[in-house]
């Protein structure tokens, strides 16, 4: 067995998934009315890429062979797919006049951000409790729970970010914090993952060969359980943080253009005025 | 513009004046002018002393199988000159110059935090004086800048000079932190009106992005130190390998904070570049928006890139490849800054003063120093180049081609600000050309030692073809470039007495520093021009042509910045990086199978479950203290806060008892290594309670004196959101030790 | 000692060529990126200078397109030379678990050489023959040292606590020079390695060599040295098949005399420097961990004597 063979064969064949993503499709082109701006790139990439997670290659691999594989599944469903299907829907327009605060469901960010948040780092680090990895393996039912609930945490932790109802995303500099700190909620998981001797997911230790490509894992990509375990490790890690990096970016450029800088300061009273006389503190 | 420019007579000093005479008015200065001149002229002291540890060195390898120095005494001298060049003249040069001009930059009067700005200068030359002081009392460390363990182990490195190390970079270290909580509380609090973020000087932008970097990376360094010091004197084993210590994991930690580390040296050199560079080509900054970008994703990117100081430690090639992909991705950013300041320089009308000089000459030195990083960053490439004088060149392209060239640019351009006289420009070329060809002779021909295969750290080699000649050249240039440095100390002198006024703005700039006297009285402006874009005295000279206004007008959000909340959470953030550091070691050590004291036989969940309701209970009395003393309930307040004192003081006396029964079964810190981690982790907690305690009795005490009545309550939200932290730190740690999460 | 040492860019392994090969590439890019910023920058010196009296230049923030392809144009450059690095890596490092034939372990300041499956010990000198890929185990009994043969292999670190490999092979016959390439010590730059390639009969036979044990005096002044070897304290530290086993915290003297160096590689072996090195180490060695032993000049020559036997 070749890389290319193994590549061109090991696709799956997956009715729910192919339906699922023709429906989402759909749907969205009746709610456009079939007028489609740029905007639709995106959610198309999001539905492209929702299908590549669940049926090309990559999840044959993750079936109980690479656990990288499987970590990388997870990424592309926490992490990608809904970032760039809210991305897809169209946005809601606000008046250029209203101030952040005023904006309409301004009120409740705070708290839906911080659900967002936990909700998206706790998708994370749950399903990397190892009696939870290992039944999503060996459970095709906790397998999907697993996917939906991935879907679901990733959509709420993007809807601050790239929601489309733009008076409800986080202010830019909150949404950098906001950000950064899931970086580094990923960045600790990445590490004990990656330099953990604890095995994570003890089932892609003993991978069973079912379709005789172990060899071609192992010795031609040199993916050996404990590189797997250290690749997994590093994906969660280095691509998942230069995901939010991005994003990050991403945000700096929004909050340069945007004409709302952060509030100044409310000065604590003892501060002089100037000519005021100082006194030697 | 302001009022008369002062003549400055010669009776008067021409450093500026502030409250307070003579040299008691120095020591006991809160004004940040003064204490940035302090952190300078420290600096120039530690400038000239890691000068002269450097020349020694240069005099040894001048020829092959040289007397000069011994063996341990060169070890001593790369040692301190590493040490002093990084901790005690580039970081605090920069802080210092940041100190001066950050304020005047955003219109304020002074830093937010004026005492702690002191308490910040003052650790400089304590830090410095006790490292020096090593090599009077038994010698100096001699184990590297990095010390590597086990070698700075007490088998190896039995003198007392790697203790000195330590405790001189915790205490350093803590200045370090405490400058930046001030210099991020200050820029976020401070500014004019008028003056958004968006229109920030890109030197206060750099430094604000910096001081970020500083909290975040320090507490790797001090929790690295901190367990290096306890394995010293408390005999356990986190790097010694013969007793299940990790050598490797030394080198985790201390790249962890070592790879940022350098970055906090670069970025606000790069913000001098920034400021000097437009003002010399009298044109804005090519890209400001893009510069400024590049700058945040060098900062997140620097987090992700320290084991490129390990690609020779056999992490496996898929860690490798990563930190090789990351140390890549970070030139990027590093790039677009440098054709952001070339592209400033096209089309301008450029005015080659020695500022100027000196920072051209930057943008190529540190061209080459980034390249010869980029060699690095190919990991065959390094597998060869590394521990190699190919790498000691790299190295001091960038920190000293780079960052102190860039400083010399700063102090040319900003001299007369500070001192009201002008640095004399004849001498001025004759230090930069100086400067320049000893820079470049003494370390361009170490690329090609390295590349002959000179190991770096060597206190003399074999007469191999060529080394001998290029060692002679590198130690003459090292002397040229001493040389220049004593007429840049000349300059100063002369300047000082005879130099030519300045005047406010002597360079026709256009950022707020030069909108007041030079130097600037004590309240640094009489008043502030109106400030509508990145360069007020731009539009204020030619109404006919402002900048386009950026940045938006003043709007109220959601957020409300007020200076100890950010001094609280800035100091949060840096603590909580320390406790990440302890808790990371903890978990590394105790996933491993070990002999000897184990939770199981030595904890109790339950009964620590217990104390920790208390702690959180304490949590929720601070918290309805709070809300007392909001609604004027002061004695409420009062009896909340001393439950609350009450409730910690259970815990630590559960904490005391534990330790207690331990101590009983014959356990000590350094029976295992479950034991070590175990005691540093929950000591330095315990710690943190009891420093919290102490905060809690103060403000019982000053509410006792009625200091709050005034509704101005912001120390005791602060105290309260320290004790949550302190809490939130004490669940996790809870949740790994006792509860065993994540083993 | 080698007339032109130019290690890194006159490779004499497949590995070292490649990772030459490699860098010519990378420092040509480098280059190109230099000569780019230096002629922007230099042509604007020229071009650009203030004239006196001119106004003052309309003011120019920026220009997007550019800032993008000069963030893109980079970033596809650093992808490139990833894509360099990652195939240049793929002359993998060996496997974990196959075995070794040469054990190294870096001391304080010298090295200890040990061949599998045989056994035989020798100290700051590798002989490997021509042909074929050796492996490599690396260790350390104290602390870091780091493994350099800069024509042959890359470099690696031994680490105290955990091992580390790497395939060591040499085009043709010849002397290549290592070092220690990690601060361990006082005598760091005293580190110095031997590896000398030989064709496969010639290595044959040295290795054969090795694995006798030491010849017996042939002299009345080397039978007195080999007595003055056992009776003063050299048995406590030098191991020297067939007459003292269990110490190895020195180098094996078992063949001495086959050797070319002394003190690891400071100085070259021979009776002056060896008698000189007895009376006094610290001279030759400042700080390395052999001690004073007080000789007299007879004792040293008569030791002298026992040891030049040591082939």
């Not at chain 1, 309409?104 to 409740?108: I, Q, R, V």
């Not at chain 3, 060695?285 to 007299?296: A, F, H, I, R």
């Given at each position: 067995m070749t890389t290319a063979h193994f590549l061109t064969t090991a696709w799956q064949w997956n009715p729910r998934v192919i339906a699922a993503s023709i429906t989402t499709l759909v749907l969205y082109g009746i709610w456009q009315r079939g007028r489609f701006s740029g905007r639709a790139g995106w959610l198309l990439a999001g539905v492209l890429l929702f299908y590549l997670t669940l049926a090309s290659p990559i999840d044959t691999l993750a079936d109980g062979y690479l656990f990288s594989a499987h970590m990388l599944q997870h990424l592309l469903l926490l992490l990608l797919v809904p970032a760039l299907m809210l991305l897809g829907l169209p946005a809601t327009p606000v008046a250029g006049s209203q101030s952040v605060s005023q904006r309409?469901?301004?009120?409740?960010r705070p708290r839906r951000a911080l659900a967002g948040w936990w909700l998206g780092m706790g998708g994370m680090w749950l399903w990397h409790a190892p009696a939870l990895c290992d039944a999503a393996v060996a459970n095709v039912w906790v397998h999907r729970l697993q996917y939906v609930s991935l879907l679901g945490m990733g959509f709420a932790f993007w809807r601050p970010i790239v929601g489309p109802r733009r008076g409800q995303r986080l202010p830019p500099l909150a949404g950098i914090i906001y950000l950064f700190s899931a970086c580094l909620g990923c960045t600790v998981l990445g590490i004990i993952i990656t330099f953990a001797p604890v095995e994570i997911c003890s089932i892609y230790r003993h991978p069973v060969d079912r379709l005789g490509i172990l060899p071609l894992l192992q010795n031609q990509w040199g993916l050996t359980p404990a590189y797997d375990q250290q690749l997994g490790g590093l994906l969660m890690w280095v691509p998942a943080c230069l995901v939010y990096f991005t994003g990050i970016l991403a945000l700096f450029a929004r909050w340069h253009r945007e004409a709302d800088p952060p509030a100044p300061v409310r000065d604590s009273p003892l501060t002089t005025a100037p000519g005021e006389k100082t006194h030697a503190w | 513009m302001s009022a008369t420019a002062q003549a400055v007579s010669r009776e008067e000093s021409p450093l500026p004046g502030g409250a307070g005479s003579g040299l008691y008015g120095w020591v006991a200065t809160v004004d940040h002018k003064r204490i940035g001149i302090l952190y300078l002229l420290t600096t120039l002291v530690f400038f000239v002393l890691g000068g002269v540890e450097a020349l020694l060195m240069r005099i040894q390898l001048v020829r092959p199988n040289n007397t000069f120095l011994s063996p341990d005494a060169f070890g001593q001298m790369f040692t301190m000159h590493g040490t002093t060049m990084i901790f005690l003249v580039v970081m605090p040069v920069l802080i210092g110059l940041a100190n001066y001009l950050v304020p005047l930059m955003i219109g304020?009067?002074?830093?937010?935090?004026p005492r702690l700005n002191a308490l910040s200068f003052w650790l400089l030359p304590c830090g410095g004086f006790l490292l020096h002081y090593s090599l009077l009392a038994g010698g100096a460390p001699a184990v590297g800048w990095f010390s590597y363990a086990p070698l700075s182990e007490t088998p190896y490195a039995s003198t007392s000079g790697v203790d000195y190390w330590t405790l001189s970079l915790l205490i350093l270290g803590i200045g370090s932190v405490a400058a930046s909580i001030n210099l991020i509380a200050t820029i976020l609090t401070r500014r004019a009106p008028g003056l958004t973020m968006q229109r920030l000087p890109l030197f206060v932008w750099m430094v604000f992005v910096n001081s970020f970097l500083v909290i975040l990376a320090l507490p790797a360094l001090n929790s690295a130190i901190v367990m290096l010091f306890i394995d010293r004197h408390l005999g356990t084993h986190f790097f010694a390998p013969a007793q299940g210590g990790s050598a490797v994991l030394w080198q985790h930690f201390f790249w962890a904070f070592g790879h940022p580390e350098v970055y906090i040296m670069a970025l606000p050199a790069f913000g001098i570049i920034s400021e000097v560079v437009p003002v010399f080509a009298r044109r804005p900054i090519f890209g400001y928006e893009f510069v400024a970008a590049s700058t945040v994703a060098i900062a997140l990117l620097s987090f992700g890139v320290w084991a490129h100081h390990m690609f020779a430690v056999g992490l496996g090639h898929p860690m490798d490849l990563f930190f090789s992909a990351t140390s890549m991705l970070i030139a990027v950013p590093t790039g677009v800054k440098v054709f952001a300041w070339s592209a400033t320089l096209w089309g301008g009308a450029i005015r080659l003063t020695t500022a100027m000089l000196f920072a051209v000459a930057f943008l190529i030195q540190f061209t080459i120093g980034g390249l010869s990083g980029i060699t690095f960053a190919v990991v065959p490439i390094d597998w060869q180049v590394t521990g190699t004088y190919y790498l000691v060149a790299h190295f001091h392209y960038v920190l000293f081609g780079g960052t102190f060239f860039a400083v010399f640019a700063g102090i040319y351009y900003w001299f007369p600000k500070i001192t009201g006289r002008l640095l004399s420009e004849r001498l001025g070329k004759v230090n930069f050309w100086m400067a320049l060809i000893g820079f470049n002779t003494a370390f361009f021909v170490q690329h090609f030692l390295g590349l002959m295969g000179m190991a770096r750290r060597v206190y003399t080699y074999p007469d191999l073809p060529g080394w001998g000649l290029l060692n002679l050249i590198s130690t003459v240039g090292a002397f040229l470039l001493g040389a220049a440095v004593l007429v840049l100390l000349w300059n100063i002198v002369v300047s000082l007495r005879h130099g030519r006024l300045a005047g406010d703005n002597p360079w026709q700039a256009w950022t707020l520093e030069w909108a007041t006297t030079s130097p600037p009285p004590a309240q640094n402006f009489d008043r502030v021009p109106p400030i509508r874009s990145r360069r007020p005295l731009w539009d204020l000279a030619h109404p006919e042509n402002p900048d386009p206004p950026v940045g938006g007008r003043a709007a109220r959000d959601g957020f409300v910045v007020e200076k100890n909340r950010v001094g609280m959470v800035s100091f949060l953030i840096t603590e909580s990086a320390f406790f990440l550091m302890l808790i990371l070691a903890y978990l590394y050590y105790n996933s491993h199978g070990m002999s000897g004291p184990a939770p199981e036989s030595l904890l109790n969940a339950q009964r620590t479950g217990l104390y920790t309701l208390c702690l959180l209970a304490s949590s929720l009395t601070v918290w309805l203290a709070e809300q007392q003393l909001r609604a004027g309930k002061t004695v409420a307040f009062r009896w909340l806060l001393g439950l609350t004192m009450g409730l910690g003081g259970v815990f630590l006396f559960g904490q005391g008892r534990e330790y207690f029964r331990i101590f009983h079964a014959g356990v000590l810190v350094n029976s295992n290594l479950f034991a070590t981690t175990f005691f540093t982790l929950t000591g330095f907690h315990g710690l943190h309670v009891g420093v919290g305690l102490v905060a809690l009795l103060i403000l019982m005490g000053l509410a006792g004196a009625g200091d709050f009545k005034s509704g101005r309550i912001e120390a005791v939200r602060s105290i309260g959101l320290y004790w949550h932290f302190v809490d939130a730190v004490w669940l996790v740690v809870f949740s790994v030790i006792y509860l065993k999460l994540l083993l | 000692m080698p007339t032109s040492f130019n290690p890194i860019f006159e490779p004499a392994s497949a590995q070292t060529a490649a990772m030459a090969g490699l860098f010519e590439l990378v420092l040509v890019i480098c280059g190109v990126i230099l000569a780019i910023v230096a002629g922007l920058v230099g042509t604007s010196l020229m071009r650009f200078r203030a004239r006196p009296g001119a106004a003052e230049p309309r003011p120019c923030f920026g220009n997007r397109k550019l800032e993008m392809i000069w963030t893109a144009g980079p970033l596809l450059v650093v992808g490139w030379l990833f894509i360099l690095t990652a195939k240049g890596m793929q002359?993998?490092?060996?496997?974990?678990?196959q075995t070794p034939d040469i054990l190294v372990t870096g001391h304080q300041w010298w090295w200890e050489v040990r061949y599998l499956p045989g056994g035989e010990v020798t100290a700051n000198e590798i002989h490997l023959s021509t042909g074929r890929k050796w492996l490599v185990r690396l260790a350390s009994a104290d602390v870091i040292h780091d493994f350099w043969v800069p024509e042959l292999a890359r470099k690696m670190q031994m680490i105290p606590g955990q091992t580390n490999q790497l395939w060591l092979e040499a085009d043709a016959p010849g002397t290549y020079a290592g070092e220690c390439a990690e601060y361990c010590g006082a005598q760091h730059a005293g580190m110095r390695l031997t590896v000398i390639a030989e064709p496969p009969s010639a290595f044959a036979a040295w290795l054969q060599n090795q694995a006798q044990p030491a010849l017996g005096p042939v002299s009345a002044t080397a039978a007195s040295g080999l007595k003055l070897f056992q009776t003063m304290t050299c048995v406590n530290c030098h191991p020297l098949r067939g007459v003292v086993t269990g110490a190895s915290v020195a180098p094996d003297l078992t063949h001495l005399a086959s050797r070319h160096t002394l003190g690891a590689g400071v100085l070259a072996l021979t009776e002056t420097n060896l008698f000189r090195w007895l009376k006094n180490a610290q001279a030759g060695?400042?700080?390395?961990?052999?001690?004073?032993?007080?000789?007299?000049d007879a004792q040293a020559r008569a030791l002298v004597a026992y040891l030049e036997t040591l082939q």
């Open positions: 309409p469901g301004a009120k409740g | 304020a009067r002074d830093m937010a935090f | 002359q993998a490092d060996p496997p974990a678990n060695k400042p700080g390395c961990l052999m001690p004073d032993l007080k000789l007299t």
